[in-house]
């Protein structure tokens, strides 16, 4: 989900479980949406996207869900791994812009 | 390896002084985009350009400037105007406008001593 302040929300699963991230998105004009994960220190990495002409989309081991109705975005990752630990941002745009506008952020953790 | 590299990993500025964050990328990409990200938070837009030569200011572009003098290279400076610049600061270029995957750098960490 979506933080308030400078902590963010974590969702701490076992290894194997699946894990489910959550974001929601405020404007309905938003047509394109794309999940990054951010280890410590590092730059986001693209895990997978999605256009707001689908409503589901499938990668390795992930899947990215949109119910427009809610204007709500979710990343499954199927048999969490240890090295899946991370923050999670989604982002999102629509037409007319030129720009991603991010939110803030869930931390994974994956104990083995 | 095609890419986008950014230099240095850690910069340390004293107050008062301008520094520059180097960003290059080698995958003619037209956009180019640099945020902040302050522990615990989200990325937050600074500047962007669509095209040599030009730039636009994002959300936070107070105390900062930038160039876009050849497709490849989208430097960031940040000046003394800037209250607060301890941060860690993101590069990124798509291939186009924002309706396409962005590509990050692995970051500048700019520490002011």
């Known amino acids: 989900g979506e933080s308030v302040g400078l902590h963010l929300p974590t969702l701490s699963v076992q290894e194997g479980d699946n894990s489910i991230i959550n974001c929601a998105y405020s404007n309905s004009a938003s047509d394109y949406f794309i999940w990054y994960k951010q280890e410590s220190g590092k730059g986001p990495q693209f895990i997978i996207d999605?256009?707001?002409?689908?409503d589901k989309r499938q990668g390795q081991r992930v899947t990215v869900l949109l119910n427009k109705t809610v204007k709500h975005l979710s990343l499954q990752i199927a048999a969490t791994q240890p090295g899946d630990s991370a923050v999670y941002f989604c982002?999102?745009?629509?037409?007319?812009?030129?720009?991603?506008?991010f939110g803030k952020g869930t931390m994974l953790l994956v104990s083995p | 390896d095609g890419g986008i590299t950014q230099s240095p990993k850690y910069l340390f500025r004293k107050e008062g002084q301008n520094v520059t964050l180097s960003c290059e990328q080698n995958l003619n990409h037209d956009a180019m985009y640099w945020y902040r990200q302050d522990p615990g938070q989200g990325l937050r837009l600074i500047y962007y350009?669509?095209?040599?030569?030009?730039?636009q200011k994002g959300d936070i572009a107070e105390g900062y400037s930038v160039s876009r003098e050849k497709k490849e290279s989208f430097p960031l400076t940040v000046t003394s105007a800037q209250k607060n610049p301890t941060a860690f600061y993101l590069c990124?270029?798509?291939?186009?406008?924002?309706?396409?995957?962005?590509?990050f750098g692995q970051g500048t960490r700019l520490t002011v001593v």
């Open positions: 990124a270029s798509s291939l186009h406008q924002a309706d396409t995957e962005a590509f």
């Open positions: 982002a999102e745009t629509r037409p007319g812009y030129s720009t991603l506008t």
């Open positions: 350009s669509q095209i040599v030569n030009d730039f």
């Open positions: 999605i256009r707001s002409n689908m």
